[in-house]
């Protein structure tokens, strides 16, 4: 089946640590997005990428580091200088980054103890 | 800067009532207005809106833009439990990036 697929759903990490959010897409999309959802916040753009070896930084990418090395995956870094990384965390994917709709995948939820 | 605001934060009502939700946006080269039902974790697509005037319609809701004023609001008639959830409005911005409003979050009380 084609879609977006986020890995894990729930992920708990030290204070201090680093740790890599997972998406893959199987779709063949150009764009992909990493965004974060706190409560009453919305959805906040971290990074986004336009097509492979490409990203461009978002609102909030301070903490944060991405790669686009295949088309298929944009793996998010939550780095140790990410002050407040307890979050929700949203990869999307869409066939450009123009007028074409963005699917979802289901989401990490990151907790930082 | 890019902004997209949406009215209200929140809304109570009863099933059966219709509703409607307001998104208002500041963008550079504006290219299209989406519209996005978040229940439990990933968004869901509503509608993408690109031209002025003309409504989309899915079922029981409704959704136009009105590019001249800068908004778009989405209907929900004769609402149904099934209907709560967050509404998230978003825009494409001039890097191409999406930018999303903060949300109305829906409650259909029984």
């Known amino acids: 089946d084609g879609g977006i697929t986020q890995s894990p759903k729930y992920l708990f990490r030290k204070e201090g640590q680093n740790v890599t959010l997972s998406c893959e897409q199987n779709l063949n999309h150009d764009a992909m997005y990493w965004y974060r959802q706190d409560p009453g916040q919305g959805l906040r753009l971290i990074y986004y990428s336009q097509i492979v070896n490409d990203f461009q930084k978002g609102d909030i990418a301070e903490g944060y580091s991405v790669s686009r090395e295949k088309k298929e995956s944009f793996p998010l870094t939550v780095t140790s200088a990410q002050k407040n990384p307890t979050a929700f965390y949203l990869c999307?994917?869409?066939?450009?980054?123009?007028?074409?709709?963005?699917?979802f995948g289901q989401g990490t939820r990151l907790t930082v103890v | 800067e890019d902004k997209v605001v949406q009215s209200p934060l929140s809304l109570v009502v009863h099933e059966g009532d219709t509703v409607t939700l307001n998104c208002s946006y500041e963008?550079?080269?504006?290219?299209?207005l989406l519209w996005y039902k978040q229940e439990k974790k990933a968004p869901t697509f509503l509608f993408m809106l690109?031209?002025?005037?003309i409504e989309k319609k899915s079922g029981r809701l409704s959704s136009i833009l009105d590019k001249k004023e800068l908004f778009s609001i989405l209907n929900i008639t004769a609402t149904q439990t099934g209907d709560s959830a967050v509404y998230l409005c978003a825009v494409v911005g001039s890097q191409g990036n999406l930018i999303f409003g903060k949300g109305t979050k829906l409650s259909v009380k029984p």
């Open positions: 963008v550079t080269n504006f290219r299209s």
């Open positions: 999307a994917s869409s066939i450009t980054t123009a007028n074409t709709e963005a699917f």
């Open positions: 690109t031209s002025s005037g």
